[in-house]
């Protein structure tokens, strides 16, 4: 997954940048397409995958604030 994720990265970099280098140089709407489906696979593919690969066995409860969670904040902040 991990190699997925980094060829997908480059590939939708590409892509933005081959649409704005058609857009400037050829002037056609062939670069706004580019750069619209770049963008669109970069939103829709890319960054669920990516966000999946980041999560991959964390768990959510460490990161939200929860009473548990509060009361050990306050035992740090109280350390200090």
Known sequence: MKILVKILSYLVF????TGIFFKEIIG???G???IGVSVLTGTCI???LFLAHRWKGKKL???TLSEENIRKMRE???EF
């Open 14 to 17: 590409f892509g933005i940048f």
């Open 28 to 30: 056609d709407q062939v």
């Open 32 to 34: 706004d397409i580019i």
């Open 46 to 48: 890319f960054m669920p």
């Open 61 to 63: 409860k460490d990161y």
């Open 76 to 78: 740090k902040a109280d």
